[in-house]
């Protein structure tokens, strides 16, 4: 043992993610050796349908669910910040993966808050979609 650290030069340890093309939904787990296991015990988290297996027409339709909306109007941010430059560059200018980018406009991820801030820095400018989703859910409460 160095540094408090156990060598443990048999383990394997990979996070897996499942996207079931069907439904669109999507399970993380991590795999140790050749079993995948989910999270540890007592620390599941269900599966969830991307953005835009939740709109009819993703991008370009809005949608009446609060979280969906957010996804939907901070994709469109982030192409507009894009300015015409690839995923590829941002990708290089901010430190985010390309794939992840895209997965952002493609609406196939759930964005972070990590990779929020490291595209908002580099890009200089707001994405977050502020009051966005008050004001879906204050439409939807309304009666029409």
Same mark, same amino acid.
């Given at each position: 043992?160095?540094?408090? +650290?156990? =060598?443990?030069?048999?383990?394997?340890?990979?996070?897996?993610? +499942? +996207?079931?093309?069907? @439904?669109?939904?999507?399970?993380?787990?991590?795999?140790? !050796?050749?079993?995948?296991?989910?999270? $540890?015990?007592?620390?599941?988290?269900?599966?969830? *349908?991307? =953005?835009?297996?939740?709109?009819?027409?993703?991008?370009? /339709? =809005?949608?009446?669910?609060?979280?969906? /909306?957010?996804?939907?109007?901070?994709?469109?941010?982030? /192409?507009?910040?894009?300015?015409?430059?690839?995923?590829? /560059?941002?990708?290089?200018?901010? !430190?985010?993966?390309? *794939?992840?980018? *895209?997965? +952002?406009?493609?609406? @196939?991820?759930?964005?972070?808050?990590?990779?929020?801030?490291?595209?908002?820095?580099?890009?200089?400018?707001?994405?977050? $979609?502020?009051?966005?989703?008050?004001?879906?859910?204050?439409?939807?409460?309304?009666?029409?």
């Amino acid at each position: 043992m160095r540094h408090g +650290i156990a =060598p443990f030069p048999n383990l394997r340890l990979m996070v897996v993610t +499942i +996207i079931d093309q069907g @439904t669109d939904k999507f399970f993380t787990g991590v795999e140790f !050796g050749d079993e995948p296991e989910p999270y $540890p015990p007592g620390v599941a988290r269900p599966a969830r *349908s991307v =953005p835009r297996a939740l709109v009819d027409d993703w991008p370009h /339709e =809005p949608s009446n669910d609060p979280v969906v /909306e957010v996804a939907r109007t901070l994709a469109h941010r982030v /192409e507009e910040a894009m300015d015409g430059r690839s995923a590829r /560059e941002v990708g290089r200018l901010s !430190g985010v993966d390309y *794939s992840t980018i *895209s997965a +952002i406009l493609n609406g @196939t991820t759930w964005p972070d808050l990590v990779t929020l801030a490291k595209l908002e820095a580099r890009l200089k400018t707001d994405l977050w $979609p502020a009051g966005v989703a008050v004001a879906v859910a204050a439409h939807r409460r309304t009666p029409q």
